[in-house]
């Protein structure tokens, strides 16, 4: 694709024509109207996108405690005093922080997997951040670990073997509730879902 | 839309990974297809008809409609969703291992009816709660025979004479047994896996690197004991409930996980990935009952 473009076009053209067709979900007409754009648009806001473009990598890292992405040594959750520290919620990727935040629920810290074990893909513990998890538990007053991973069979083992490890331990260890979710059909629901909804029924 | 365009069939899903934000590639076992690869779009979104239909190790009904490169499917309807399976971690992993050999052994578009019985059975066996090393062991055995593998195990492969009660030997290039004999003149010996059986040891952590396919050359035998051979031959022409009720000693069922994942390992020729983590689960599992 590109060396077709780039025999019409003009190399720093074809070459950010090329750059943009790398992303996911953008094909080689997205790409060219992205790269026409930025060539219509003040010199600011491309050199505003460039250095944007740099500095998340050159800035970011992982969090040394819980292994979420920041720009500092440690997160602003883990820095954060007012949050109570002794619960810790086990997510698979940092991108599953946002949404538990955004409940305004949970008022603990995190700490993110990078991943779950998937045997079939050759993914097991050695390749996920377990063994910081729990060199965490060792040294601090942890009281639970809410394991919120995807309730899918790999975020299922990840929760089974979590609890298998961390039970002796003496802490307590929870994981999202199964159920249905909001605005969906009792027909369609899966056998599994629906057991465990009514497993797990609340009292009004 | 004609009626050609929709298609219904069962299905053991075997597989799944994602495509684009919010669709999932299913990978599933079907009695009719074999093995068939299919979209089933917006799997990913919370309240979707399919999620739960087409998780791995689930037994599904599904409509599917023929699609330009991937068939998608329309419709899923759980048969049995193996409840008892998921609810423990290593039986789960023994379901991802069976899958995962279904997975690297079959061809898409080709029918093997026994062989979707066999993993149906197999799921099934996995349910309940005792057994499950053996129910692996069949599984493997019962999953070579119906690929065309099965195993030769009452002559020798090359001089055809009967197999005697001693320590024969298992060529994996000719697939059955060599008699000592045999074995001597064509000198196959296989040195890393002759020296765990003869030692009776555990298998070490690093087994990943001998198990690499290199290590087992076409040249390669195996030492097989006389109870282990027995057990095999039992277990070719025997259901379930039979070969469950064979009662085996751990340094055995070391024998024969070895001889026949080595024997799977040369005919794939690359890893099967889940054993390590059958193994570093065994191992943990093993650590937890001890300190109990």
Same mark, same amino acid.
């Given at each position: ?11 720093p ?11 996911p ?15 219509r648009s003040?010199n ?12 998340l990598?050159e800035?970011?890292?992982l ?14 959750i883990?820095q954060?005093?007012?949050?109570d520290?002794?619960?810790i ?8 922080i946002?949404p538990?935040?955004?409940?305004g ?5 995190y ?7 998937n045997?079939?893909q050759?993914?097991t ?8 998890l729990?060199s ?5 007053s942890?009281?639970?670990?809410i ?9 299922e ?14 802490i ?6 199964r159920?249905?979710p909001?605005g969906?059909d009792?027909?369609?629901a ?6 465990q909804?009514?497993d ?5 | ?9 069962q ?10 934000e ?9 009695p009719?297809?074999g093995?068939?690869?299919?979209v089933?779009?917006?799997?990913c ?7 739960g239909?087409v ?5 599904s ?8 490169n991937l068939?998608?499917?329309t ?8 409840l ?9 992993s ?7 050999l ?5 061809m ?12 149906l ?10 057994g499950s ?6 599984f493997e055995?019962?999953?070579? +025979? +119906?690929l065309?593998y099965? #195993? ?11 197999v005697?009660p ?5 060529s994996?290039s000719?697939g059955?047994i060599?008699?000592? +004999? ?11 896996f ?5 030692a ?6 690093n087994?990943?690197q001998d198990?690499f ?9 195996? #030492? ?17 409930a039979?070969a ?8 055995l069922?070391?024998e024969?996980?070895q ?6 390992i040369?005919?794939?020729?690359r890893?099967v990935?889940?054993v390590a983590?059958?193994e ?9 009952r001890?300190?109990?």
């Amino acid at each position: 694709m590109a060396s077709r473009f780039s025999a019409s076009l003009a190399e720093p053209v074809a070459r950010l024509v090329e750059e943009f067709n790398k992303l996911p979900g953008i094909g080689p007409k997205n790409a060219q109207r992205l790269t026409y754009h930025l060539l219509r648009s003040p010199n600011e806001e491309a050199k505003a996108l460039a250095e944007a473009i740099l500095a998340l990598k050159e800035k970011i890292r992982l969090c040394s405690i819980c292994f979420n992405i920041t720009d500092r040594d440690t997160c602003s959750i883990c820095q954060d005093e007012e949050r109570d520290h002794s619960k810790i919620c086990v997510v698979e990727k940092p991108s599953d922080i946002l949404p538990l935040e955004r409940t305004g629920k949970y008022d603990g810290v995190y700490h993110v997997l990078h991943g779950t074990i998937n045997p079939t893909q050759g993914i097991t513990i050695s390749e996920l951040k377990i063994k910081e998890l729990l060199s965490r538990l060792q040294d601090s007053s942890v009281t639970e670990v809410i394991v919120a991973t995807n309730p899918t069979l790999e975020g299922e083992t990840t929760v089974m073997y979590l609890q298998h490890i961390i039970t002796p331990l003496g802490i307590r260890v929870s994981r999202l509730a199964r159920g249905l979710p909001f605005g969906a059909d009792l027909e369609y629901a899966d056998d599994m879902t629906l057991g465990q909804a009514l497993d797990h029924r609340q009292e009004f | 839309m004609s009626p050609t365009r929709n298609y219904q069939t069962q299905a053991i899903v075997i597989k799944q990974s994602k495509l684009g934000e919010f669709d999932k590639i299913i990978t599933s076992y079907t009695p009719e297809f074999g093995k068939l690869k299919a979209v089933a779009k917006g799997a990913c979104r919370p309240g979707s008809k399919l999620g739960g239909n087409v998780e791995p190790l689930t037994h599904s009904l599904l409509l599917l409609a023929k699609g330009r490169n991937l068939d998608i499917i329309t419709q899923s309807q759980t048969i049995d969703g193996f409840l008892a399976l998921k609810s423990d971690l290593w039986r789960i992993s023994c379901g991802l291992y069976i899958s995962e050999l279904i997975d690297s052994f079959t061809m898409e578009n080709s029918e093997n009816r026994p062989l979707f019985d066999l993993l149906l059975d197999a799921l099934h066996q996995l349910c309940q709660t005792d057994g499950s090393e053996i129910v692996l062991r069949y599984f493997e055995l019962h999953l070579l +025979h +119906h690929l065309g593998y099965r #195993p030769q195990l009452h002559r020798c492969v090359t001089c055809d004479s009967p197999v005697k009660p001693v320590v024969n030997f298992f060529s994996f290039s000719q697939g059955g047994i060599l008699c000592p +004999h045999c074995n001597s003149e064509e000198n196959h010996h296989c040195e890393p896996f002759a020296l765990y059986h003869s030692a009776g040891e555990k298998q070490p952590k690093n087994l990943t690197q001998d198990r690499f396919p290199g290590a087992i050359s076409a040249k390669s035998s195996f #030492p097989l004991s006389v109870d282990a051979l027995k057990v095999l031959r039992l277990w070719q022409d025997c259901d379930y409930a039979t070969a469950k009720r064979v009662k085996i000693k751990s340094n055995l069922s070391s024998e024969l996980e070895q001889v026949l994942q080595c024997y799977i390992i040369y005919l794939l020729q690359r890893e099967v990935k889940s054993v390590a983590w059958l193994e570093e689960l065994k191992s943990h599992l093993d650590n937890h009952r001890e300190e109990n």
